[in-house]
């Protein structure tokens, strides 16, 4: 039996993440990029031309941090905002040129950090992984709907 949820589950969760995080940035920033900013990126080119609303449902943003996000990747000429022809009031994101150019060159470098980051652990163990996380993932979702 664990001593402590918080302790066995909760800080090494935590402190997995930050490292992660750290050395992804880490890595990222020779491309003038942050993973907060790669992730919108990556998923803007899943799904081109879309609302910014649309978009922060996708990489689960509030529309404020979004919006900031999105200016820092504009400034960057990585990305677009156009008029959305069907409601005056929202915007089209889509990738430029250069955000899909940028996206060519780190979709290579971040699998290669992701087969050093899960060196030595087998495909079994990290769909197992992935399982508990989403199990996880599931049950906070639902208590967060009961509790509302």
Do not use: C
Not at 12 to 31: A, C, G, V
Not at 103 to 112: A, F, S
């Amino acid at each position: 039996m664990y001593k402590s949820y918080d302790e066995s589950i909760g800080q090494l969760t935590n402190q997995t993440n930050k490292i992660i995080m750290r050395y992804l940035n880490s890595k990222l920033e020779l491309h003038d990029i942050t993973l907060e900013q790669w992730i919108v990126l990556s998923k803007l080119s899943q799904q081109d031309k879309i609302t910014q609303k649309q978009l922060a449902e996708n990489v689960d943003k509030d529309q404020p941090t979004l919006a900031r996000i999105l200016d820092i990747l504009e400034r960057k000429k990585f990305v677009e905002r156009k008029p959305n022809e069907k409601d005056r009031r929202a915007f089209r994101v889509h990738m430029t040129e250069k955000g899909i150019n940028l996206k060519k060159q780190v979709t290579p470098l971040l699998e290669n950090l992701f087969e050093t980051i899960v060196l030595g652990i087998s495909g079994e163990e990290i769909e197992t992984y992935k399982r508990v996380l989403s199990k996880i993932k599931r049950n906070i979702t639902i208590q967060e709907k009961v509790e509302k």
